[in-house]
């Protein structure tokens, strides 16, 4: 399996970036699929997922600014970003049950 992240970037704060993640190597379709963050010095966060099922689960630190959603036919998972804050600056991996991405790089500049 292989995860693709990509859309990661410089932005200022208020801003707004689309996270993509593109799968291979199996069907996505019955899986489950998120993301986390990890920012310089911290731990690994969840950050949001969605569910094969049709839930879909978001961090409080994100609620009502970031919007996942997938594309099964397309086997990928998108993190729609919006109002950014500089705390919101860390690598951003996608993960499907057992496999990461490598990351994508978001700053946030205040």
């Known amino acids: 399996v292989q995860l693709v992240e990509s859309g990661g970037g410089l932005v200022q704060a208020g801003g707004s970036l689309r996270l993509s993640c593109v799968g291979s190597?199996?069907?996505?379709?019955?899986?489950?699929m998120g993301w986390f963050r990890q920012a310089p010095g911290k731990e690994r966060e969840f950050v949001a997922r969605?569910?094969?099922?049709?839930?879909?689960y978001y961090a409080e630190s994100v609620k009502g600014r970031f919007t996942v959603s997938r594309d099964n036919a397309k086997s990928t998972v998108y993190l729609q970003m919006n109002s950014l804050k500089p705390e919101d600056t860390a690598v951003y991996y996608c993960?499907?049950?057992?496999?990461w991405g490598q990351g994508t790089q978001v700053t946030v500049s205040s």
């Open positions: 190597g199996r069907t996505f379709t019955y899986a489950d």
């Open positions: 993960n499907v049950e057992n496999d």
């Open positions: 969605s569910l094969w099922i049709g839930s879909i």
